[in-house]
């Protein structure tokens, strides 16, 4: 344990072991969350997905039942280890590590995957991120994210920095602390940063969630 307030994030998730509990399957939000995973194999089915943090598999547990093929990729290997034990189909799956934020990976890919991570994207680093998924899934390639939403006297924030990204704290079982960017747009503010990247674009609020969808400009 240290008494200093840790900011890698990688390291920080790492380290995690409760990703649905904590992160997606808050039990007040659960009919909103059902929506979202209709519309998310609406949305994706027959689709060769480039999934970008994947974490331990909960989303790609559900891409694999109607994408045509997914690469699930993480930062941290041993989060893969993790997201491999839910045994999908390999015919369907794949993994490789990678760094969302300027992910290297091959292959020829349809649309594009986001669970819980836009929110970890800085503000100033936004515009960079998607121009690098166009170079990899191609103009007009579908881009899909799911993220938490603002929770009035819920959602609690620890500092907001000069370009307007907020943190918050958490901590791991053994002490350690950490600084995590976790950004809570408006609608008005999605559509606003993305419209100049994305057409066809269309965000859809639940009180817990919010998903974005669009294709590359």
């Not at 209709?38 to 689709?47: H, I, K, S, Y």
């Not at 959602?155 to 958490?170: S, V």
């Not at 419209?195 to 998903?211: C, G, I, Q």
Request: aromatic share 8%.
């Amino acid at each position: 344990m240290t008494n200093a307030v840790l900011t890698d994030m990688a390291a920080y998730y790492a380290q995690r072991d409760n990703f649905d509990e904590e992160d997606v399957e808050n039990p007040d939000g659960m009919d909103g969350l059902d929506e979202i995973m209709e519309m998310l194999r609406t949305q994706l089915t027959g689709q060769r997905v480039l999934e970008l943090a994947c974490g331990d598999g909960y989303w790609t547990d559900e891409l694999a039942e109607y994408a045509d093929y997914v690469l699930a990729t993480d930062i941290n290997p041993n989060l893969l280890e993790m997201a491999k034990t839910r045994e999908l189909p390999e015919d369907v799956v794949e993994f490789a590590v990678a760094d969302a934020l300027n992910p290297q990976v091959e292959g020829e890919f349809t649309a594009c995957f986001a669970g819980f991570w836009w929110s970890h994207v800085k503000r100033q680093d936004q515009a960079d991120v998607i121009a690098r998924l166009r170079n990899i899934i191609g103009k007009d390639g579908l881009l899909v994210l799911v993220d938490n939403a603002w929770i009035e006297g819920e959602t609690a924030i620890a500092r907001t920095d000069a370009e307007g990204n907020t943190y918050q704290i958490h901590s791991l079982p053994n002490g350690d602390r950490y600084e995590i960017v976790k950004n809570y747009p408006a609608d008005s503010a999605l559509r606003k940063r993305m419209a100049p990247l994305l057409k066809e674009l269309r965000v859809h609020r639940h009180s817990h969630y919010w998903m974005l969808t669009g294709r590359l400009r």
